[in-house]
């Protein structure tokens, strides 16, 4: 079974400051996604990235695929009160029909 | 554009009744599937379907049913109702390529007591 373990669980932080999220898995995947879920409401596509060793930049957010298609990282730069919400990392399986959810970091940032 | 739309968002059942949880998408997806969230769980595949009459099934599929009659509808059936399935079950959908954005619907809110 593969498994995607997500840390930290919950964060607390200040406006500005950066902060990492980390997405750690045994197993290889063809694909990790980044969603952004809000209270009440379903998870939305951040980023997708492919090939190992990619970077992609949204704004101030960074992602990062590990060389070996294991890992990943969310990277915030000067984090605002917007950014506050359940971020969730998602492997497509190497058959391209199963998504595995991380459990989640739960991000607040105060003003 | 309404997406992937979820009927009911909210729903108390008790133990041992059944369910029919709706979805449908309106944007000729050939992928859907269906999750449940849970506290520090995360969301967990229950089945999953690659096209109209094609169902599989994902993590944790005891206790759910699904059908795939046509592209647009991928309804989840709760058989008898248990207390451990009382989560938020969320329903998405995308195209059939697997590094394609996953669409998701608000959710329903599901209390087995």
């Known amino acids: 079974t593969q498994l995607l373990e997500q840390s930290p669980q919950f964060l607390s932080i200040q406006e500005g400051e950066n902060l990492t999220v980390y997405c750690n898995s045994s197993s290889v995947f063809s694909s990790l996604q980044w969603y952004r879920q809000e209270p009440g409401e379903g998870p939305v596509l951040l980023v997708t990235?492919?090939?190992?060793?990619e970077v992609k930049k949204l704004k101030r957010l960074t992602f990062q695929f590990g060389d070996a298609r294991k890992d990943s990282s969310l990277h915030i730069t000067a984090a605002q009160p917007g950014d506050t919400g359940l971020y969730l990392c998602a492997g497509m399986d190497t058959g391209g029909f199963k998504t595995i959810f991380g459990a989640g970091t739960r991000l607040f940032v105060k003003a | 554009n309404a997406g992937v739309t979820q009927t009911p968002k909210f729903q108390v059942l008790k133990t041992g009744q059944s369910m029919t949880l709706q979805c449908a998408q309106d944007?000729?997806?050939?992928?859907m599937s269906w999750y449940r969230q849970d506290p520090g769980m995360g969301l967990r595949l229950i089945h999953y379907s690659v096209g109209a009459g094609i169902t599989d099934q994902g993590e944790v599929p005891n206790g759910y049913n699904v059908s795939r009659s046509t592209t647009e509808d991928f309804p989840l059936r709760l058989l008898s109702a248990a207390p451990s399935q009382t989560s938020v079950y969320f329903c998405a959908s995308r195209r059939q390529r697997g590094d394609q954005p996953q669409h998701f619907g608000d959710g329903t809110r599901l209390s087995i007591l």
């Open positions: 990235v492919v090939t190992g060793g």
């Open positions: 944007m000729n997806h050939e992928y």
